[in-house]
C-alpha cells in the first residue's frame, strides 16, 4: 500500500466520505467517515478463515460493535468482512456518517461511494 495514496475521498451531491487505512503488522485498521459530522457510530472486526466449503477459498468471521441509535453497522461489517475476505488479514473498520435531514438519494450516494472507495483501497493494497 503505498501511503501516498491515502486518504481516500469522494464525493457525491452533499455527501463526501474519507477512508483511512493503517498497517498493523499483518493487519489493516481502516476508518470511514463523512457527512456532517463524522463520529464513531458502529466498529467491525473481520477475521479470515479457509472456507469449510472449499479450502482454497477463504471466508471470514466478522462481528461488530454499535453504538446506540446509529446506522452504519452494515457498511462497517460488509467493509472489515470483504477486506478481510479478500487481504487474508484481520481488519478492524470504524464508521461514522453523519448527515443532517439525510434522503433516501444521500443513503444510495452514501453507499455507492462507499463501494467506490473500497474497491480503490483494495486496488492500493494490490500494488
Known amino acids: 500500500m503505498d501511503p501516498a495514496s491515502l486518504p481516500l475521498t469522494r464525493s457525491s451531491g452533499r455527501i463526501t466520505l474519507v477512508l483511512n487505512c493503517v498497517r498493523m503488522g499483518q493487519d489493516l485498521c481502516v476508518t470511514l467517515a463523512g457527512g456532517d459530522r463524522p463520529h464513531l457510530g458502529a466498529v467491525a472486526l473481520g477475521q479470515p478463515y479457509p472456507s469449510h466449503q472449499d479450502p482454497s477459498r477463504t471466508s471470514a468471521s466478522t462481528s461488530t460493535l454499535t453504538l446506540l441509535g446509529h446506522k452504519e453497522e452494515a457498511l462497517a461489517r460488509d ?48 500494488a
Open 79 to 126: 467493509l472489515a468482512d470483504r477486506l478481510a475476505r479478500t487481504t487474508g488479514a484481520t481488519v478492524c473498520v470504524a464508521c461514522g456518517i453523519h448527515v443532517d435531514g439525510i434522503t433516501d438519494q444521500d443513503l444510495a450516494d452514501i453507499h455507492e461511494l462507499a463501494e467506490e472507495l473500497a474497491r480503490e483501497l483494495l486496488v492500493n493494497l494490490r
